[in-house]
């Protein structure tokens, strides 16, 4: 009988949290882009990287329901304020030359990203072709500090 109970709070709480507005799905506007040092390397990235690092997110149903909506929103917040392709040349920080080895050492995609994103799975060639279009297109920051070390 407890059971029940506390399944009939859970229940009615999670329906209540839909009543609260959740985060906005307007994506904001693009204000600039990178030079791409090539086609592939924008395909891949959009595949792969676009949702949370790009003003052009495709939002799913899912992101609509409390309390998932808040996280993920949190999430593409925090990966568009360290690094978006859409704001490409805005003041401040914009993490590009970091890209490449987030990608490279497995910190980039999240693990719970890729379960609901089977799209953005990426092979090892493309993956490797990935790492080396971004190192290309802004930079390797870590490998460069990696060669440093094996000085």
Known sequence: MKIGK???????VLILIQLIPGPSHENPPVTGTPKWDSPRTEELFKRSCANCHSNETIWPWYSTIAPLSWIINLDVSVGRSKFNVSEWGRPGKNDG?????????GKMPPWFYMPAHPEAKLTAAEKDELVKGLAATFGDKSAEKEKKEEK
């Open 97 to 105: 030359d970091e890209a490449a080895g987030e990608l490279r050492h």
């Open 6 to 12: 506390v399944l009939t709070v859970v229940l009615v």
